[in-house]
């Protein structure tokens, strides 16, 4: 009867003394491979978004996530006067990225997108943009 | 017919056809870039070569080489795609690859092609354009760089709307599309242009960058300001009209529309709209839910119902045709009141009364299809053009291409006057009906009355003493308009009424359909009156009874009424009277006394801010239902966006009022339009879903009397001015005011005087003027021209600000002084 319990504890201090299998997170940070597909960034080019407001995303987006609102700048240029991300309903897919016809959108290897209430999974344009 | 073989497959076409034409008929696309169906071919893109077995050697344009018997075609051989590949390829060399930006994308004749094609690579390399940007235009943008140079714009401002504001300037790889000395473009901004650029050359700014094409919900419609009944195309998404979109196969018009109908939507979503029911409490209009304001306004109705005659109700010839039957059904039956009316009641009366007595239907005997049949066209007012510019387009287009001959008698030239082989006899303001009694007798004096006509001898009695010296022309003048209407083949008599319009009343209508029944230029193909009513539904507002039909009163009497305190209960549905109803003062003084006036409107006008509840309305974007244009054609509106706000169709507000006042409910306006089929006899058969997209015309029999039109006696103001009334081209009624398109175009109320009178009053254009009649005077700016003859100034009355109704009393002419501030 006693001798299963000894047995558990056995292997239990022995891992005591033996490295850890698993990733020691949050303390140890994973290695974040190419490719992967985190939280989207606008990318900046001569201080200003490269986004030229062309609506290709939010009509390839298959999640439905990405809204965008055209204005006109002061050189009559057509930029984004608004860009959304709604993060709860994203899926990852990397199409917006792939749709982009001025590499203005690419993902990051930010994963760690938890939050606590509805309202911050909405990333703006400003929180999108790319930070140096 | 002239058969030929495309791709294999038989066709027969008419001798007049092109190859393009034919392949068209049997299915085969060939694509096009410089083509256009309502323009003559041009030749000129290079993108629709064939090979004609008959023609080997070399390849043929499609769009520009007539069809032969045995003719046999192939469209599509790998020469010619390679052929099409190159004129690409040689297009892509200098047109810029700015699609994700340009707002053509999507719905871009080049950007499909070069799909379709797969052009991916260009053996070719030079330097883009590098012109400037016209982004000074409030309406539409000129990115010549983008230009194809294909000429759509240039051909259709020249063939269709008749102004050229387009032509090619320079020559080989300089050449571009150009304006005036390549300055700013000042046009009509019709924005026809903007509709067949095949790329994004031209563009719409107030749509610029909106939303992408295909991302727009696309509702076909029918527009929502003049007579005419233009179809159209409404883009909206998230619940905005963002852009009427162009379909060359919509309506009789081919989509051409003038610069109301492409400019003039934002009136939908302007942030001015009404969004909750507003009740006045303690003197100040205060928002109050729906129930609150329809408990308010029912106690009142059913408290009137006991006195019939202190309720009144005016509805505007906007609303669908549902709307005004239930609006009809609503005080005459349930209420039980006879005093309702629209328009002023003058602006109707050409039909209710004039077609009436002429022609025994209150309704054009002519329709829109007439005026390209027609082999003389007679148009009363150069204004024709300014009150139904696509009308405008179908004359141009008559007279251009058929051979149409133009007749026009005016108070005062206009564009229609320009045309080629167009006459016009100004006649001094207000003598229309005497210049009609002098055709007539002049018709009678020639011999060339067609005989056995009712009321001949009345006539010939009562146009006794008619003279062209009467109506201020010469004899020669009338005596050759009466011999041409007479013995041309098919003549057909051009009337536009409306507010602006006092003089085209009864009279002028009887007057005019003598000349058509007296010459027997009537019930046939080509021929007869065309009475052109002002609003989008003005037809369908007499055909619903929108008037008096005992001893009720008419609009001028109601506003007597409110005044003396007669009229206690006042609705308002959509109408303006304080700007658009003669004399302005008058009007707010009757209405400040009305004991209860309620107001349904879009907007909170000069008239809805003196009533006590305010409910807010739908605009036609917001609803489905009917609407008669003037050639008695019935179509389909079709509900685009949801409403804004809480506001509420006036089907629905009037539905709630009916029931609550014990009178008929219905599920859905759908319901109106099958009792409207089953009791009004002109719309028997007709439903909803039959209409389709191209609408019905319904048939008129007509009996056609002589009745003599009195003409009033000549007025003798020495030393004043004759001030007409009318309407300007980029406006319509009080309502396109709140549209941002014609508002950039033409903000302000003005006069129009002519450049002898302006010069002896020392007045420049743009100056301040005060113009002064008996009624009162109003400030508005001077505009200076050679349009109005000396004597005559000319003023539109869609504004609020300056509203020439200051000054008007519902005559024919106003006399007054100008004078500079």
């Known amino acids: 009867m006693i001798m299963p319990l000894i047995k558990g504890l056995q292997i239990t201090i022995s891992h005591m003394f033996k490295k850890p299998v698993t990733l020691q997170y949050p303390t140890e940070r994973p290695d974040v491979k190419p490719g992967f597909r985190g939280l989207h960034a606008l990318n900046v080019s001569h201080d200003k978004a490269k986004c030229v407001a062309c609506y290709l995303c939010p009509t390839v987006c298959p999640a439905k996530c990405i809204t965008v609102e055209a204005g006109e700048d002061q050189n009559h240029d057509k930029y984004a006067a608004k860009y959304e991300i709604d993060m709860l309903r994203c899926i990852f897919c990397g199409y917006c990225v792939e749709a982009c016809p001025v590499d203005a959108i690419r993902m990051t290897e930010q994963f760690e997108l938890a939050n606590y209430s509805r309202a911050d999974f909405t990333y703006t344009k400003d929180r999108l943009l790319e930070k140096k | ?821």
């Open chain 2, 1 to 821: 017919m002239v058969n030929l073989t495309i791709d294999g497959k038989q066709v027969a076409v008419e001798k007049d056809a092109t190859i393009y034409d034919a392949a068209k008929a049997c299915g085969i696309k060939i694509p096009i870039l410089c083509h256009d169906k309502k323009l003559h071919p041009f030749g000129g893109c290079r993108m629709c070569l064939v090979e004609v077995e008959q023609m080997k050697g070399r390849l043929i344009p499609a769009c520009t080489t007539p069809v032969t018997e045995g003719m046999i075609v192939q469209t599509t051989t790998d020469e010619i795609v390679k052929a099409r590949k190159l004129v690409l390829e040689l297009l892509l060399l200098k047109h810029p690859i700015d699609c994700p930006v340009c707002d053509a994308a999507g719905d871009c004749d080049l950007q499909n092609l070069t799909y379709e094609y797969k052009v991916n690579m260009n053996r070719f390399v030079d330097e883009k354009f590098n012109h400037e940007i016209d982004y000074e235009n409030p309406l539409i943008e000129r990115d010549m760089n983008r230009c194809i140079h294909c000429g759509k714009c240039a051909r259709i401002c020249d063939e269709i709307v008749s102004y050229g504001a387009y032509t090619f300037i320079n020559r080989g790889i300089e050449a571009k599309m150009g304006t005036e000395f390549d300055g700013p473009l000042n046009c009509e901004f019709c924005g026809s242009c903007v509709s067949v650029c095949p790329v994004g050359a031209l563009n719409s700014r107030p749509f610029k960058f909106k939303a992408r094409w295909w991302a727009l919900q696309k509702t076909k419609s029918v527009c929502s300001y003049c007579g005419t009944g233009c179809q159209l195309t409404l883009g909206s998404k998230d619940g905005k009209v963002l852009t009427t979109i162009y379909d060359e196969n919509q309506g009789f018009h081919n989509g051409q529309l003038c610069t109301r109908g492409r400019f003039g939507y934002q009136f939908v979503n302007s942030d001015k709209r009404l969004t909750a029911p507003l009740v006045r409490k303690n003197g100040k209009l205060q928002e109050a839910t729906w129930e609150e304001a329809l408990a308010e306004v029912t106690s009142r109705l059913s408290a009137g119902k006991s006195d019939p005659a202190s309720v009144a109700a005016l509805a505007t010839p906007r609303l669908t045709n549902e709307e005004l039957f239930l609006f009809e059904k609503l005080f005459r039956g349930t209420v039980g009141t006879d005093n309702i009316d629209h328009s002023a009641g003058y602006a109707h009366e050409a039909l209710t009364k004039g077609a009436v007595a002429s022609f025994g239907v209150a309704a054009s005997p002519a329709e829109i299809a007439d005026v390209q049949k027609s082999n003389l066209l007679l148009v009363v007012k150069s204004d024709a053009y300014e009150t139904h510019p696509v009308i405008g387009f179908e004359i141009n287009l008559g007279v251009k291409r058929k051979g149409i001959a133009l007749r026009i008698v005016s108070d005062k030239k206009g564009k229609l006057t320009r045309l080629p082989g167009a006459k016009t006899t100004v006649h001094a303001p207000g003598n229309e009906v005497a210049l009609f009694n002098a055709l007539c007798k002049s018709v009678i004096d020639q011999g060339l009355a067609a005989e056995g006509v009712a009321g001949l001898d009345a006539l010939k009695a009562a146009v006794a003493d008619a003279s062209a010296e009467k109506a201020g022309v010469t004899a020669e003048e009338v005596a050759a308009i009466a011999k041409e209407f007479a013995s041309a083949e098919k003549a057909l008599i051009i009337l536009p009424i409306g507010q602006g319009y006092p003089g085209h009343n009864a009279a002028l209508a009887n007057a005019a359909a003598n000349l058509a029944i007296l010459t027997g230029q009537y019930g046939k193909e080509g021929a007869g009156l065309l009475i052109m009513g002002e609003k989008n539904n003005s037809q369908g507002a007499v055909d619903m009874g929108i008037y008096p039909k005992g001893t009720g009163l008419n609009a001028a009497a109601i506003i007597d009424g409110c005044a003396n305190g007669n009229v206690k209960t006042l609705f308002v549905a959509g109408e303006n009277p304080v700007v658009s109803y003669p004399n302005r003062k008058k009007v707010e003084k009757a209405l400040e006394n009305v004991e209860f006036m309620v107001v349904s409107d879009l907007f909170l006008t000069e008239t809805a801010a003196m009533a006590d509840v305010v409910l807010p309305a739908c605009s036609f974007a917001e609803k489905s239902g009917t609407f008669t244009s003037l050639g008695r054609r019935v179509q389909n509106v079709r509900k685009a966006i949801p409403a804004i706000g809480l506001a509420k169709s006036d089907f629905e507000i009037l539905n709630a009022l009916s029931q609550a006042l014990g009178g008929a409910r219905y599920n859905n306006q759908g319901e109106v339009f099958t009792e409207i089929a089953a009791s009004v006899p002109a719309y028997k058969g007709l439903t909803q879903a039959g209409l389709k997209d191209e609408g019905a015309v319904y048939p008129v029999t007509l009996s056609a009397k002589l009745v003599p039109a009195a003409a009033k006696a000549a007025v003798q103001a020495p030393g004043k001015l004759a001030l007409v009334t009318g309407s300007a081209l980029y406006h319509c009624g009080t309502m396109s005011r709140f549209g941002e398109g014609p508002m950039y175009v033409c903000p302000d109320a003005y006069a129009e005087l002519n450049v002898a009178d302006a010069a002896a009053l020392k007045i420049a254009e743009g100056d301040q003027v005060t113009v002064t009649s008996g009624t009162g005077a109003v400030k508005v700016a001077a505009k200076v021209g050679k349009r109005v003859p000396q004597g005559v100034v000319f003023s539109p009355y869609h504004f609020g600000e300056g509203s020439v109704n200051t000054i008007t009393d519902g005559s024919e002419v106003t006399y007054v002084t100008v004078a500079k501030q």
